[in-house]
């Protein structure tokens, strides 16, 4: 999962993007489930949140290409 946190919350995937992982999680018995964190401002700055397009584009094609089986959810709230 491929996660970018709401506007003003800390770094990490937010209180959203917990509660989509758990409920994923719940619904995958038995499957691994990586998180990875957008890294962006999450502010009002939207230039500057525009940085984590590039973050969560480079997570992207570094998973598929070291695992190109892997299902990579993308999620976000605002």
Do not use: W
């Amino acid at each position: 999962v491929v996660f970018a946190r709401g506007t003003f919350e800390a770094p990490g995937i937010g209180a959203t993007g917990q509660a989509f992982v758990d409920a994923l999680k719940d619904r995958l018995p038995g499957k691994s489930v990586d998180v990875y964190a957008v890294n962006y401002p999450a502010s009002l700055d939207f230039a500057q949140a525009a940085a984590g397009i590039a973050d969560a584009s480079n997570r992207i094609q570094t998973v598929a290409a070291q695992c190109p089986t892997t299902d990579i959810v993308l999620g976000g709230y605002s």
